[in-house]
């Protein structure tokens, strides 16, 4: 009689995170894993699309050229051209520590329990980290809108209308009541401001939900299509006021506007919290793509092991990224 512990008299197991029969057992089950976490993210995250992104190989910071603008005048026969003077400088964008979303699953709890937790891990992993890269790009842009970013050396991406936090901001009431044609008022106000300033490229609005629905569920002008309005009550959305494509988030920043803890290093939520005038009465922003800038040093990975010493999968979904104010002029506040 063989021994137990034989291996000439063990099964050939079908495994089923092999590849091929290959020896690393797990690997199919990271890889879907991987692409759960990756799909979470991007269906939760609205903010990335919306701004300048860069992405780096190594490194702590990256540079963004800011160029002034040049000027002209009327020559005078006989008189030499010497050239004008264009000013130039650079915005620093710093990549911030490493953030972390992770869970343990014990293996006897994996074995006992009727229904699989990993899809559902994975998916709230990917939720969490795209909340965080959600908040604090969001507060970003409002540093934008408000002045507060220290990020311009250029007067002309600040000029007089952007000159303090004030006039970064519009008024979407003058009461306490909301309706859904001053919310399009302020977004068509916005856009007139930045037209005035010279501020160009695709623009952008993010509403809180009760703006959102606000602008929703009345008779304005971006719901009528009587006068021209493509909002649908049906369907739940309003694509566009001015040919503003209008977005509804929970994550822009509010009166205690915390994203993630700090690490040992400081770095992390501090760049991105603050409290002032306006941010108790912050109903959503209009931007473009030049209000806030993001580097990624690493981005969004999974990585799992099974740890012997505690009988458990450990899993960690991560990246590396850094956030500033771009140009201050690119943003407004609707307050």
């Known amino acids: 009689m063989s021994d137990w512990n034989s291996l000439s008299d063990s099964t050939a197991a079908s495994r089923l995170g092999a590849i091929n029969g290959g020896s690393d057992k797990r ?20 903010a990335m699309p919306l701004h300048r992104v860069r992405t780096i190989s190594n490194g702590k910071s990256a540079q963004f050229p800011v160029t002034g603008v ?18 130039a400088s650079e915005i620093t964008v710093t990549v911030d520590d490493l953030l972390v979303s992770s869970t343990f699953i014990p293996k006897i709890d994996e ?3 009727h229904y699989d937790v990993r899809s559902i891990y994975s998916s709230e992993m990917g939720n969490a980290l795209a909340n965080a890269a959600d908040k604090n790009v969001f507060s970003i842009i409002y540093q934008a ?17 952007f000159a303090s936090g004030a006039k970064g901001t519009i008024a979407v009431s003058a009461d306490s009541t909301i309706t859904g044609q001053e919310v399009v008022d302020s977004i068509i ?18 509403l809180t939900p009760a703006m959102y629905y606000t602008l929703m569920g009345a008779d304005t002008t971006a719901m009528n299509r009587d006068t021209g309005g493509n909002g649908s009550v049906a369907g739940g959305n309003v ?9 509804m988030s929970n994550h822009l920043p509010t009166s205690d506007a915390g994203t993630v803890p700090l690490n040992e290093s400081g770095r992390g939520a501090t ?8 941010l108790a009465t912050l109903k959503g922003m209009v931007f473009t793509k030049d209000a806030a800038a993001t580097v990624k040093l690493l981005d969004l990975g999974v990585e799992s092991e ?13 990246y590396a990224m850094g956030h500033n104010v771009l140009r201050n002029k690119a943003a407004i506040a609707l307050v």
């Not at 040049?70 to 000013?87: C, E, M, Q, R, S």
């Not at 809108?145 to 209308?161: K, P, R």
């Not at 106000?189 to 993010?206: I, M, P, Q, R």
């Open 306 to 318: 099974y740890q012997i010493e505690r009988q458990g999968t450990l899993m960690v979904a991560k």
């Open 189 to 206: 106000k916005s856009l007139e401001t930045f037209d005035a300033n010279d501020v160009t490229g695709e623009k952008y609005c993010v």
């Open 111 to 113: 074995a006992m329990n």
């Open 271 to 278: 760049p991105y919290t603050g409290s002032d005038a306006y």
């Open 70 to 87: 040049a000027t002209a005048a009327y020559h005078t026969a006989g008189d030499t051209i010497y050239g004008g003077t264009v000013n």
């Open 27 to 46: 690997a199919l089950f990271l890889k879907q894993f991987s692409g759960e976490v990756l799909t979470s993210f991007e269906e939760r995250n609205i």
């Open 239 to 247: 694509p566009t006021v001015g040919g503003v494509k209008i977005f």
């Open 145 to 161: 809108a408000t002045g507060s970013g220290t990020a311009d050396q250029e007067a002309q991406w600040t000029n007089g209308q």
